[in-house]
């Protein structure tokens, strides 16, 4: 099994916060090798995709993310 892209694990981490959370620290992990091997210092996520959209909602997946080695950024909408 080859090593997912970051847009890949990124697409991972959509699905498992639409699951309620399943599995999001090993996607989290996933995500942050990922950006290691592309050279890239943070994720970017759409806001849109978010369950909770919401400014409070945002900080909270920042926080949890960066705990985990992982800086996250968001596109503009």
């Known amino acids: 099994m080859s090593e997912p892209t970051v847009a890949e694990a990124t ?3 959509y699905q498992s916060l639409q699951a309620d959370n399943a599995d999001i620290d090993m996607h989290i992990a996933a995500l942050k090798a ?3 091997r592309e050279g890239l210092k943070e994720a970017v996520f759409d806001p849109a995709k978010l369950v909770q959209n919401n400014r409070s909602g945002r900080k909270l997946m920042q ?15």
Request: glycine share 4%; proline share 0%.
């Open 34 to 36: 990922a950006l290691a």
């Open 63 to 77: 926080a949890y993310f960066r705990q985990r080695g992982v800086t996250v950024t968001f596109s503009a909408a």
């Open 11 to 13: 697409d991972r981490i």
